[in-house]
């Protein structure tokens, strides 16, 4: 039966790429034939395959699948459209509509439509330009944001629940479908805040077999094995963000100086290079670009018809990214050939250094539970392919609360240094874990892991990480990564 849904769902796949292949020719011909006077190199192959996965109105795409069910491959449609209202104001929608499936019969289908609030945009001197709205003038845009989606995921891992879960792996599957639909209204220009109301519906399936987990557990022991409610899901968030860019003043002191964040029209590598005076003193003009994401959000779960499974949720995500470049004034040396382009005023990367961290803590009243299979997983990547501790199985632990933090340095080859489509070394560091509370989650009772991999991105967005990873106390563990990454 399996085999046959997957042959189905391959079919499935491989006519929708049939029916799109004539837009991706024309794709193909635009992106992946060399101009006249060009000749075709590994810069030029990444150029075309990134087209092939990102270039609207039809593309392929990767991800959108839970680890551990193979590779994916999907197909993906969307547009975008640019109204003007009777004030001259401008807004945008942009529509998605997602087909995937993987080598391991795992498959999803998600629609999507965001539009942005209508603003009038405001040019301002010496600052970024700002879109006018209700009264204030932000850098972000107000947007509303919906989306509809069925996934089938027939291999989910199941060790246990709490962070002393023994290494004997189990599995089960299930089946979800989700609408929902968020609105971010930016208040300033560091400050959002943004609501959400999603209606959920998931159905676990399982088997006897002896690595099925009703083989071993119940209901009892594995609260929602026996019972699986629909949600609705509210939530509250405050996203605090912003960038920061220091390069070396043009005095005599060379000291770093704080300078105003570049427009979107000088962000091209051409204008950021026509920004800089050639450098006096040192072969190359550091620049630093500091950038910062965090959002703290509180959730409520309401399930419908059992009350039991009912629970409250906070979550804290942070995102903090120190990009290391440069301009490099005329000269011939190792750094200029390995991390900087060429002639006058090129820009140079020395790599950015990550740190991410997530906090998420769940709260019940007397007699309420969290099932399971919403139980938050740290180990490998989730069941969102949010990574965690890499040198871990994939949703190793389980548990109500967890905790992870993560830093990763990463550098792009030469020659893909201002492209969208690149690849490069990274190396990382995760620790985390999880637990029935709070005081679980102290920093000496974290798991510690690190490693080193490669990475690709295409369209500006990394699509696939290959990894070995060390830590776990078994070895060392060779681990991939597929992103949703259009």
């Not at 003043?249 to 026509?274: F, L, N, V, W, Y």
């Not at 390995?338 to 769940?362: E, M, P, Q, W």
């Not at 078994?474 to 949703?484: D, P, R, W, Y």
Request: charged share 15%.
């Amino acid at each position: 039966m399996r085999n046959l849904r997957l042959n189905a769902l391959l079919r499935l796949i491989a006519a929708s790429w049939c029916v799109a292949c004539g837009v991706l020719s024309a794709q193909s011909r635009a992106n992946c034939h060399p101009q006249a006077g060009e000749t075709r190199d590994i810069h030029t192959a990444f150029d075309c395959i990134g087209a092939l996965f990102s270039e609207p109105p039809v593309h392929g795409t990767l991800g959108s699948v839970a680890p551990s069910n193979g590779v994916p491959l999907g197909i993906e449609l969307e547009d975008e459209a640019h109204p003007i209202t009777s004030k001259e104001q401008s807004s945008t929608i942009h529509r998605r509509l997602t087909l995937v499936g993987s080598t391991g019969a795992a498959w999803g289908l998600s629609g999507d439509m965001t539009r942005t609030a209508a603003t009038t945009v405001v040019i301002r001197p010496n600052k970024d330009p700002c879109h006018q709205h209700w009264g204030r003038c932000t850098t972000e845009v107000p947007h509303m944001h919906f989306n509809a989606n069925y996934s089938s995921i027939p291999t989910i891992y199941f060790f246990g629940l709490g962070p002393a879960s023994p290494a004997v792996r189990y599995q089960f599957g299930e089946d979800r479908f989700g609408a929902e639909v968020d609105a971010t209204h930016p208040v300033t220009n560091w400050l959002d805040v943004g609501g959400n109301l999603e209606v959920v519906q998931t159905r676990v399936k399982h088997d006897n077999s002896s690595t099925g987990i009703a083989a071993v557990f119940s209901e009892t022991t594995v609260p929602g094995l026996a019972s699986h409610p629909g949600y609705l899901h509210p939530s509250v968030t405050v996203i605090l963000h912003g960038m920061s860019v220091y390069e070396t003043a043009p005095t005599a002191g060379g000291a770093m100086a704080k300078r105003p964040i570049p427009t979107a029209e000088s962000t091209t590598a051409a204008a950021q290079a026509e920004n800089f005076k050639e450098p006096q003193g040192p072969t190359v003009k550091p620049r630093l670009t500091y950038t910062w994401h965090v959002a703290t959000s509180f959730h409520e779960f309401l399930a419908l018809g059992d009350d039991r499974y009912s629970y409250q949720q906070f979550t804290y995500r942070g995102e903090r990214t120190l990009v290391v470049g440069g301009i490099h004034k005329p000269g011939d040396t190792w750094a200029s050939r390995t991390f900087c382009g060429h002639g006058k005023n090129a820009i140079c990367d020395f790599g950015s250094f990550t740190l991410n961290s997530r906090l998420v803590l769940t709260h019940t009243n007397t007699g309420q539970t969290v099932p399971f299979y919403l139980q938050e997983t740290v180990g490998g990547s989730d069941v969102n392919s949010i990574e965690s501790l890499r040198a871990y199985d994939n949703y190793r632990f389980r548990g109500p609360d967890a905790t992870v933090v993560q830093a990763e340095y990463s550098i792009r080859m030469p020659k893909f240094r201002l492209s969208a489509s690149a690849f490069g070394p990274f190396v990382f560091y995760d620790a985390g874990t999880v637990g029935q509370r709070a005081e679980d989650l102290a920093p000496s009772r974290w798991r510690q892991d690190g490693g080193l991999g490669v990475f690709v991105m295409f369209g500006g967005s990394v699509a696939l990480k290959g990894y070995v990873a060390a830590g776990a106390g078994h070895g060392v563990k060779l681990g991939a990564s597929f992103n949703h990454f259009f």
